[in-house]
């Protein structure tokens, strides 16, 4: 069941600045090229489209600089009062580095972002021009497989999307086992953003190949670049769906490059003020995540481990799966690990200053960008909390602009109602880019 919020005026504000946008800089020397840190897949999605993964440079220079990773603390019994001082202790060492200036260090280390690609496998049939192409952006602690049930459904119901990539961020997944030397003990938003923009500009592919590519995909000439940002693709509509972190991530993109994009589904993008209670409840999270458990004997102990917990046990049973079989690897000792370390995880979430940046451009983001709010609904500490925060987010930017709200669903939409959102989602497509409803129906 689904409903939405009313217009809701902004009244929550904050002072922070908003940074300028740090420009690539191309890297110097060789580069070598990592191997995938698996072998490349073999299965599809519906037996209609292909899965492949590739790599890209990751931009350059970092916006952080290279600072050790710190020793995340060992007991998880503990209250919630130490918790939430666990939390502040990190969260407030990313505020002095951000006050610092970060001393003028760059941090120039070579990182490299996973991203997969799902495209039709018939190559008979003809793609159409500026055909949609759906960019799939993760929240913090997933991998870029995540989607995947989701994906399933929307599929099956909007049959005419051309091609998909599903984003994977420099510390999560498979981007994390390639970068696990050369991860800094700092992180800021920022640079996802960067990374996204990156890819979007001077690595996705012209035209939707329904042809192989290469693991490490070619960077397109500079005046095609230079095309895009001023211009947008020739032969692509692009859509995005960013969830939490993911979807601060693709809004700060879009700022800063709005031709890129056509309309944007966020789900529960964390865009805030960071007020008092906000900022209370993220060192709440910092804190939990720290000691988080993150090795098993096997996959099936890790599955039972997480039908355990009150978040995963409400998770759609296929979605966890695929957190199981893509979010953990086989380490040395035969055990299974998390892919995105819990010290990695809780440094993205310790730094917020670019969510509360986004908040105060998102009413500047270009209006024929069109927006659709997908907010949490299901009764929860988390949704009574920020109800106010979510109505404000909603309508920060009123122009062009929609939402809708999941009864059925947690912060974690995706995971939680996979087939509600793929509905929604289809809906959206149908209307706004008049596709034939004809296709199968969920």
């Known amino acids: 069941m689904t409903s939405s919020y009313p217009y809701t005026p902004t009244t929550l504000r904050t002072t922070v600045k908003p940074r300028p946008w740090v420009p690539f800089k191309p890297h110097e020397g060789h580069v070598k090229v990592p191997p995938l840190p698996f072998k490349p897949r073999s299965d599809d999605l519906l037996g209609t489209y292909n899965i492949s993964t590739h790599i890209i440079p990751a931009a350059n220079p970092r916006v952080t600089p290279n600072i050790p990773v710190p020793e995340p603390p060992r007991s998880s019994k503990r209250t919630e009062r130490d918790i939430k001082n666990v939390g502040l202790e990190l969260m407030e060492q990313q505020v002095r580095l951000g006050e610092d200036g970060y001393s003028g260090v760059t941090d120039e280390r070579l990182l490299w972002n996973c991203v997969n690609r799902y495209v039709k496998k018939d190559q008979e049939v003809k793609v159409r021009t500026k055909g949609i192409t759906l960019f799939l952006v993760h929240a913090t602690g997933f991998p870029k497989e995540i989607w995947e049930t989701h994906l399933c459904y929307l ?4 049959g005419v999307i051309d091609e998909i990539w599903s984003w994977e961020s420099v510390q999560h997944g498979d981007s994390a086992l390639l970068n696990r030397h050369n991860l800094s003990g700092s992180f800021d938003w920022t640079d996802n953003a960067r990374d996204i923009v990156n890819f979007l500009i001077n690595y996705m592919p012209e035209e939707v190949e329904t042809s192989s590519l ?8 500079a005046s095609v670049g230079e095309s895009r940002e001023k211009s947008g693709f020739s032969s692509r509509t692009l859509v995005v769906a960013g969830h ?16 890129l994009f056509s ?3 966020l789900l529960d993008a964390m865009i805030d003020t960071y007020q008092e209670f906000t900022w209370e409840h993220t060192q709440y999270l910092v804190g939990a995540t720290l000691p988080r458990r993150d090795q098993w004997p096997s996959r099936e102990d890790a599955l039972r481990s997480f039908k355990s917990s009150p978040m995963f046990s409400a998770w759609h049973p296929d979605v966890l799966r695929l957190y199981v079989d893509f979010g953990l690897y086989e380490d040395e000792s035969g055990c299974v690990r998390l892919k995105t370390p819990p010290i990695h995880e809780a440094l993205v979430l310790a730094n917020p200053r670019a969510s509360r940046e986004t908040w105060e451009l998102m009413e500047k983001l270009d209006e024929n960008i069109e927006l659709l709010w997908v907010l949490p609904g299901k009764p929860s500490q988390d949704v009574t909390m920020l109800v106010e925060v979510r109505k404000q987010r909603a309508w920060r930017r009123p122009a062009n602009s929609s939402n809708v709200i999941f009864k059925s669903s947690s ?9 509600e959102l793929a509905r929604v989602m289809a809906d959206f497509l149908n209307r706004k880019y008049d596709i034939s409803t004809e296709k199968s129906k969920l």
């Open 214 to 221: 290469p693991i490490q995909l070619h960077r397109v000439p």
């Open 244 to 259: 939490s972190f993911g979807g601060c991530s693709v809004s700060l993109a879009a700022l800063h490059f709005p031709a």
């Open 263 to 265: 309309s944007m589904i």
């Open 155 to 158: 599929l099956a119901a909007c």
């Open 411 to 419: 912060h974690f939409i995706p995971q939680e109602s996979p087939e």
